[in-house]
């Protein structure tokens, strides 16, 4: 099954352009999906050798964050056309859209289920 991508690949649209202050609204979710893991600073005297290990932990944990946003907002942005995604509708809704694409439906349930 073979579907033309939604979005443009290229050196040029790989960065947002931030000359609109609209588009720095993404940002925030992206900043949002890094919140809590200050909270983990209380169990670092509980690690060995704090000093070394907790800030590697941290940068881990950053890593495998990003790593799973970006891929899976890119997944989404491949399917689902700019207009159908929205900051507003959320993301259990650019699900739907995803996978009704699919015609696999039943999947927006388990997802937000999930969520």
Excluded: C
Excluded at 34 to 57: C, M, W
Aim: no cysteine; hydrophobic share 50%.
């Amino acid at each position: 099954l073979e579907r033309p991508t939604k979005i443009e690949i290229s050196w040029r649209s790989l960065f947002p352009d931030l000359t609109h202050i609209q588009n720095l609204t993404y940002l925030t979710g992206i900043l949002l999906s890094l919140v809590g893991t200050e909270l983990s600073a209380s169990y670092a005297s509980s690690i060995k050798r704090p000093q070394r290990n907790y800030p590697i932990a941290m940068l881990i944990s950053v890593i495998i964050i990003l790593f799973s946003l970006v891929f899976s907002s890119l997944a989404i942005a491949i399917v689902v056309s700019k207009e159908q995604i929205s900051l507003v509708n959320g993301l259990v809704e650019a699900f739907a859209v995803f996978f009704n694409s699919y015609h696999m439906g039943w999947m927006t349930g388990l997802i937000a289920f999930i969520i």
